[in-house]
């Protein structure tokens, strides 16, 4: 009910600011709804019909929308890396296999290694199955599961600016 009443009151607002003088300024208008709705309702209805976010984001790095650029490959993996386009082409059960080797990695390797791992899938995850594969996949829990580790002061690993950074990388 209390919605309706918002919605009802944001359409008068409209409606009132459709029929006010043109030379009249936007603060009078705010002013006189204000007084007319009283401060708490009147910041409700501008809360609601307020724009978050104005602009659209692009999407980086996708390849359906963009020309994909050529990544370095990190060397030191200690597993054998699988191509971009191997990872979009093999069945699922082996996609598990593999992304349970890079979550060992990441889980118990040294921070290098973590770094170098998180590279990696920061480079495969360009493609939009396989950034739902790994979001909808324990490393997702794994990654936010060390961010807060790290705030929590729990582990040294956690600690190292590289790796703060790679993993905010990764989740965007």
Known sequence: AAAAA???LAAQATAQAATAQPAAPATSQAGS???????ALFARVRELSTV?????????RNPHIEEPENLEMPSDLPFTPMRLEDVCTRPHAELEVFLTKVYRCIAQGTPEQKIST???????????????????SSLLKL??????ARRAGSTAAAAAPGLRARLLSLIG
Do not use: T, W
């Open 118 to 136: 998180l590279k990696y899938l920061e480079l495969i995850c360009c493609h939009m199955q396989v950034a739902d594969l790994v979001v909808n």
């Open 6 to 8: 918002a919605a009802a």
């Open 33 to 39: 709804l204000r007084a007319r709705f009283g401060a």
């Open 52 to 60: 978050s976010e104005p602009g659209v984001r692009p999407i980086s």
């Open 143 to 148: 990654v936010v599961r060390i961010l807060h």
